[in-house]
């Protein structure tokens, strides 16, 4: 079976889309935590990201191993990740000396 989606690095709780996902359909991917499966609630675009977990608002998410932002709201696993509901971190200086939290 072809890969669907491919995680960065064993700790992301988020993956890209290898393929055009269609909402319901199921994914599997290795984690740090062992391998997961979700279902698609949404169409998700080539290259687009999806929630490998629930996100609460205000969690860090993790892609290549680092944070990319935080979540803007609840995120349930199987979401589209995107700047619809990310909020990023990077190249902010209002948050240059906060820590960055370490990897779950």
Not at 9 to 22: E, K
Not at 57 to 67: H, I, L, S, W
């Amino acid at each position: 079976m072809r890969q669907r989606v491919l995680v960065l690095h064993p700790s992301d709780n988020v993956a890209t889309a290898l393929v055009d996902l269609d909402a319901g359909q199921s994914v599997t991917a290795d984690r740090e935590s062992g391998t997961v499966t979700v279902r698609a609630r949404e169409p998700i675009a080539f290259g687009h990201k999806l929630a490998l977990a629930p996100l609460a608002a205000g969690a860090p998410v993790y892609k290549y191993g680092e944070v990319i932002g935080v979540a803007a709201a609840d995120i349930p696993a199987g979401a589209h990740v995107h700047v619809h509901n990310v909020e990023s971190q990077r190249g902010r200086g209002d948050l240059a000396a906060a820590p960055t939290p370490p990897a779950p």
